[in-house]
């Protein structure tokens, strides 16, 4: 039997992920397009962005925060481009963006005096093989394989080191602890529901002192300089950007801190990408057929939830059937306007992929799981 309750809004992509509870295109009636975003009020505007990130974060304050060029990865980029050289660097990977940063550093970069410290998709690496007299780069929230860090404190508070941490998928909706974490970046098109194109650089002390004192042996497009003759630019940190950044995007992020602000801060975003996991994963405790890719529950994401499909009937098929029942049952869920943009990531095993993050409403996760059990029984019906 078909359930007869939808999903008041069936979008669960990780990314761009889904607007606000009550969004819509009038939010951006106050952009100020056809503006200079160097004007006093295109830099006002920008400058509301830093200061609404900063104190929704908690972010001490002698650490700054930028908006850069391109997105999570322009900000990741930035980071590895004017950082790393001068130290050994540790590397973790455990699904397909650790990876991408360990292409970066090893092939792009050629920092010899690598080590990668890699996991395969639903399990965390060794982190106790982290030496934090070198520098260490890593992604919080595994988005491709649902695994997270469940805490900061293998990361050493005295560390010679940089930590440097991808957090786009995980910031916002999962706490962060600002004393072990001397970098982190992340994008707007993720936990708030903004746009992409935009990233976010935030910068503790030791690593503004690195980028100060030390000069990158690669060249550093004009996108990534982020100082001139051994002095950081602090205009960007007040959102004087590097270049034109998207007025309408900056409205749409305004929009997005403003509501998060309402549903109580960085605490409440939190309990709601938390109240998303929980009823999943008790759908799951139940499920005769679906069971999480994270093998220990307590590096299970709250944001990028990956299901893996696991009963004796999925199991007798062949590697390439697999894949492709999984296809279709992505496929009969979309096609029924129910969710879209559910399969996993193209590199990671053949699953589903739920955003749980805080814009998420769990009402919907619930309605959401009984087409779960209704399409995985069409597909093994074999009449999807
Ligand atoms: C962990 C992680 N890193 C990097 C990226 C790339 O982000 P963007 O496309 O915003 O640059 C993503 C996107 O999903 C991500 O999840």
Redesign the pocket.
């Known amino acids: 039997m078909k359930p007869n309750v939808r999903p008041a809004n069936p979008n669960f992509s ?2 761009p992920c889904t607007k606000r509870p009550g969004w819509s295109p009038a939010v951006l009636d106050n952009a100020l397009v056809g503006r200079s975003h160097r004007a006093a009020p295109g830099k006002a505007k920008l400058g509301e962005v830093i200061a609404r990130s900063r104190a929704l974060l908690g972010l001490p304050d002698d650490y700054r925060l930028a908006i850069v060029p ?5 900000a ?1 980029e930035i980071a590895l481009w004017n950082l790393l050289g001068p130290r050994g660097v540790d590397l973790l990977a455990w699904e397909s ?1 650790g990876a ?1 940063w360990v292409t970066d550093t090893v092939d792009q970069l050629r920092i010899h005096d690598s080590r990668i410290i890699s996991a395969d998709y639903g399990d965390l690496p060794d982190l106790g093989r982290v030496d934090f007299a070198r520098d260490v780069v890593f ?1 919080w ?4 394989s649902g695994v997270r860090v469940p805490h900061g404190d293998w990361i050493a508070r005295e560390r010679a080191g940089l930590t440097i941490c ?1 957090a ?2 995980a910031i916002f909706a999962m706490d962060l602890p600002w004393d072990r974490i001397d970098v982190a970046t992340y ?1 707007w ?2 936990v708030l529901g903004g746009e ?1 194109a935009h ?1 976010m650089l935030v910068l503790s002390p030791r690593a503004v002192e690195r980028i100060e004192g030390h000069r990158p042996a690669w060249p550093l497009p004009k996108l990534f300089r982020l100082a001139k003759d051994g002095t950081v630019n602090a205009g960007v940190f007040r959102g004087e950007t590097l270049n034109t950044p998207s007025m309408l995007c900056v409205e749409d992020a305004l929009d997005s801190l403003v509501w998060a602000e309402s549903v109580g801060g960085l605490g409440g975003l939190i309990d709601r990408s938390e109240a998303n996991l929980a009823a999943i994963a008790a759908w799951v405790d139940g499920s005769a057929w679906a069971r999480f890719l994270a093998r220990d529950p307590a590096t299970r994401s709250c944001t990028s939830i990956c299901l893996s499909l696991d009963s004796p009937w999925f199991r007798g098929l062949a590697t390439d059937d697999q894949a492709a029942a999984v296809k279709r049952l992505v496929a009969l869920l979309d096609g029924e306007g129910v969710a879209h943009d559910i399969g996993a990531y193209r590199a990671a095993p053949p699953g589903l992929r739920i955003w749980g993050g805080s814009t998420v409403e769990t009402s919907d996760i619930k309605a959401l799981l009984p087409w779960l059990d209704w399409a995985y029984d069409r597909v093994v019906e074999g009449n999807p």
């Open positions: 990780s990314g391109a997105s999570d990865t322009g990741m963006f991408d992604v929230n595994g988005t491709t991808d786009t998928s994008s098109q993720k992409g990233g």
